[in-house]
């Protein structure tokens, strides 16, 4: 039920905040859903939809921050192994 | 797809799960809230991939299992009306009620439609103005904003033949039914991402310095859920309490702020019964007074009424991580997700059904105690 996935704003439509329609991309599926509560989200930008709603908008920089800290942990590791 | 597949990178998840391997030095027991995070760890095997020592208990975090028998049956009568046409989520039309359910009402002429938001149900409305729509609307403070919209909308459009069935529920009265209840083994919480994608982690504060609990709210994909784990070890190892956030792409600390303000004028919090779980204080969301023309238990006069579960049904123990799905002795013998007996066969989100879908062989199904 609280499943909600990632996709890309391809087009917005309407000016009211509170009707803004969006067309979301994902994966290839375009679906519209209401973007009445990401009322900054613009084209281009990556929201997570659930029941038709974007929920909240995909923090690029914070996204990568698992990658950052899985590639500090192997290089730790690699560090350990290499001392003697 | 971007933002889910590289979330679901093999080696980097070994990676992640040898550093919860390093870190183990005791048992421990850890609750994930989100039955969308049961289905994924049993999906892709995140528990095998554990140390023996941590158990994952499966909580209540199954929307559609939670709604109580009462409301199902509710929902079979107004369905069944001719000038009603019922709509609601998937999952909930083959959820059983005490006699039969949605789908079979459908079979037996009942105008029963699957819509995919709870704007359809208003679209409907409009199209249909002869017609009484129903939408019966159920989930967590995710769903909510879109439900709370749908009444909304249809009170800006002066629709009259519209009207919301309301089970929608709230996660943190849950969580403290759960901590409060006296054997609880529960020593952490992952915390369910989206439902703080909606709603923030504020109100968890208070939760964790109560209870001494350590809170991270998670996201869904194994990258997520296993970071999420690591995350709960290391403050459970170091003797912490905290609340933190795995899910930061997607997750702030005060939540979505539009959505809240829709929800607090449409919603107001209400005592719920929880199936499988009873009566939780102040844990669902009711209309309030401005929307209460669109309230279809007042609309359509539905009676209280009590009923008992199914003797042979374990889904109460299993909601609250008591008892694991297999350990029913109706799992996979009377109880498929072809002929359910109890919700938690039925929904996507419900460990019954996860267990039944990927965890079907004996073998498989041990789990360390
Ligand atoms: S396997 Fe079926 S009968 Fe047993 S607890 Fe799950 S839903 Fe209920």
Redesign the pocket.
């Known amino acids: 039920m609280c499943l909600a996935i990632p996709g890309k704003i391809e087009t917005i439509s309407g000016e009211d905040p509170l009707t803004r329609m969006g067309r979301v991309n994902f994966g290839g599926v375009v679906k519209e859903a209401s973007l009445a509560y990401v009322p900054e989200a613009q084209v281009g930008e990556y929201v997570i939809v659930h029941a038709g709603f974007a929920l909240s908008k995909v923090d690029e920089s914070e996204a990568q921050k698992v990658f950052g800290y899985l590639r500090q942990m192997q290089e730790l590791a690699d560090l350990e192994e290499g001392a003697p | 797809m971007k933002y889910l597949d590289e979330y679901r990178d093999g080696p980097l998840a070994q990676q992640l799960a040898r550093e919860i391997h390093r870190l183990t030095t005791r048992p421990w027991t850890i609750m994930e809230v989100c039955g969308g995070q049961t289905h994924a760890i049993v999906k892709f095997g995140i528990d095998e991939l554990l140390p023996p020592a941590i158990t994952l208990l499966h909580g209540p975090g199954c929307p559609v299992c939670v709604t109580s028998l009462e409301l199902i049956d509710q929902a079979l009568e107004i369905a069944a009306r001719p000038e009603v046409i019922f709509t609601s989520f998937g999952d909930m039309l083959r959820v059983p009620g005490s006699t039969t359910d949605l789908l079979s009402v459908k079979a037996r002429g009942g105008d029963v439609r699957m819509v995919y938001s709870p704007l359809d149900a208003v679209k409907l409305a409009q199209q249909n103005p002869q017609r009484e729509v129903v939408f019966f609307g159920v989930g967590f403070e995710t769903t909510a904003p879109a439900t709370a919209m749908a009444v909304y909308s249809a009170a800006q459009h002066g629709l009259r033949n519209f009207f919301l069935l309301t089970s929608h529920v709230l996660v943190p009265p849950a969580i403290t039914a759960l901590m409060t209840s006296a054997d609880s083994r529960v020593q952490a919480f992952l915390a369910a991402g989206h439902v703080c994608a909606v709603m923030g982690y504020e109100e968890y504060y208070p939760l964790v310095r109560q209870h001494q609990v350590p809170m991270v709210v998670t996201g869904f994909e194994p990258l997520d859920i296993l970071q999420g784990i690591l995350m709960v070890i290391q403050q459970l190892e170091t003797g912490r309490a905290e609340v933190e956030n795995q899910y930061t792409r997607a997750v702030r600390r005060e939540g979505n702020l539009p959505a809240q303000s829709l929800l607090r004028r449409v919603f107001r919090v209400v005592s719920r019964k929880w199936r499988g779980m009873g009566e939780i204080p102040q844990s669902g969301l009711g209309l309030t007074e401005e929307f209460a023309s669109f309230d279809a238990a007042r609309k359509f006069g539905l009676a209280d009424h009590q009923v008992e579960e199914p003797a042979?049904?374990?889904?109460g123990l299993?909601l609250q991580g008591r008892k694991k799905?297999h350990e029913?002795p109706?799992?996979g013998k009377?109880?498929t997700p072809e002929h359910?007996?109890?919700?938690?066969?039925v929904s996507s989100e419900g460990a019954?059904a996860a267990y039944f879908r990927y965890r079907r062989s004996p073998l498989e199904t041990t789990m360390p105690a």
């Open positions: 042979t049904c374990i889904a299993v799905p029913c109706a799992f009377e109880c359910p007996l109890g919700a938690t066969m019954c």
